[in-house]
């Protein structure tokens, strides 16, 4: 293809116009450590053949011993002593085997019908036992709190099971502050105050700090290992291996607490972090210094970029005959942007080593939780399918149950049930989950099992490929706690429920946040509420919604707590022993039971 770029002008370190970037006593003492801060550390850290590191501890193996997890026939995590055989998870364990004949090969563990727990089953099958990953979500959590307990100041991203995005940003800020205390005083002859530039850094020893990419036109191969560095070390530098030093500091604490060792890379964001961490595994870090990122991303084949593969990938490469990060920044902003539109400036920005997205921790509220089983023989009978239920309940109960570990109000919302049969969409049946303290198998197995009777219907026969259970709306359970706290405001028998529930009656939700349901100061203007439960708009009827803003406030705070008496009225019936939740949407009647417990002293007024 003939294109207009194909062979232009080489790209030069004018287009990575912020390497070197002045830093003045108002960077240093900023507070507000944004994206564009010109000391932004950012790192990467995968943990090394992670499931198979998991299998290894857990079995309290030797870490020199060739290890593969296995999940059904295929190898899905491959152990660095077992990938010196050349066994990749290409292999079938067969293949493995007859490269290393001392293998060791774990099967993932299973939840198995009948069972509560997942474990590691002789006879494993998949037509019986469903894969269990909550081995490895534990000890990724263990990992993650690792990191957030060593840097109470940094941010911590999970990225995927075993990788997670840290901000190193501010922690560097305060050592580097403390090691260099002349950087908070602006000197009284500096020519422009704040705006003054800070002295040159100090010399920088790298030494086990880890690999470090060098820059270009320095003599030997793309790394350094010297003590100190060249004089153009700048205070980005140092701040880049101040987090060397406190990650590889937490990585040798991971190791010896937990044994899993770690691989990271450490850059100026999140982009370049990502790109290195895998440059030298297993346990090892990589610092790519700003210099050397012109050198580190021409030579990189674009489509081995994460964004930049797939169709957008094949795109370029199509447009403009080529194939490096280097080719590509032969093409203007302009060009990019009249074939790429929106996205032109994000991958502009890309190949010239910038990124400027953030390390925020994703919600600790992942808002579903989903155990799903493709089967390998259909489901025929009705009746068949309650086994798969019960295995699917088990799942789900041991996961809300380690969620609430950390957060003991996780409740969700509602309970879904989705069947497939072969590539057709999926059917699917929902109810609003019981308002219940102690989710147990049977909880969930009840409630599902009522959503399997809804989709099956009067069928005698049905065929279906594959089985899913999820919770949705999972949430903190304030607005529930909200709900009763109002009710209890309302009708002032909060201390009867205590009395009562010492008497023995188990209390369906706990009572530990007592602060009643009254409005927030920025909700005093207002004449209407989101239930955040429902999701409705509640508003004071008109005529109501006149008066002082003390009145109004009052009266949306009734309104509010008899709102909130409508769900906790619901939740208890839904609650009660035996009674099952009526899916949304659902002509059945709601099931008459015999109120019992804490619901039968509400239910009778
Ligand atoms: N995994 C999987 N199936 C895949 C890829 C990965 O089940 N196709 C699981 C097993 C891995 C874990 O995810 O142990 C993490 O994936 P990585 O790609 O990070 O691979 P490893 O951690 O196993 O190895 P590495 O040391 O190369 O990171
Ligand atoms: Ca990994």
Redesign the pocket.
Known sequence: MNSPWKGKAKATNQDYDDLRPTITYRHILSNNLGVRDPLRVVALC????????CERVRLELDPNVPIV?Q?WESI???S?PAREFGIS?MDKIKDAKKKCPNLLAVHVATYKEGEKEPSYWKDVDTRTHKVSLDL?RRESNKIITMFKEALPTGEVEKA????AFIDFTRPVREKLLERYPYLAQVPADAPNGMDSPLPPPPPIKWDDLGTVLLPEGTDGAGEQSNVDIDGGATWHDVALSIAAELMRKIREDIHSKLGYTT?AGIARNKFLAKLCA?YK??NSQTILRNQAIPSYLHPLPFQKIRFLGGKLGDALAKEYDVSTVGDLLTISLDEIQSKFGENALWIYELLRGIDRTEVKEKSALFKSMLASKNLPKPITQPLDGYQWIRVLAAELALRLNDARESMPTLWPKTIVLHARKGYETSRSKQATFPFVRNVTVDVIATAADKLWKELTGDSKTVNITSVQLAFTGLEKAEIGQKSIEGFFATRDIQRTFLKRSREGDEPLVSLENTDLALPKSSDIEAVSFQCTRCRKTIALREGQATGGPSEVAQRLATLRSEHGDFHFAQDLANSNEGSVPVPRGSSLKRQKVEPKGIAKFFIQK
């Open positions: 995968d943990s090394d053949a992670f499931y198979a590191a997890v999940q899905i995590a491959v660095y998870r490895y995927s099971i075993d990788e691989s895998s595994k297993p």
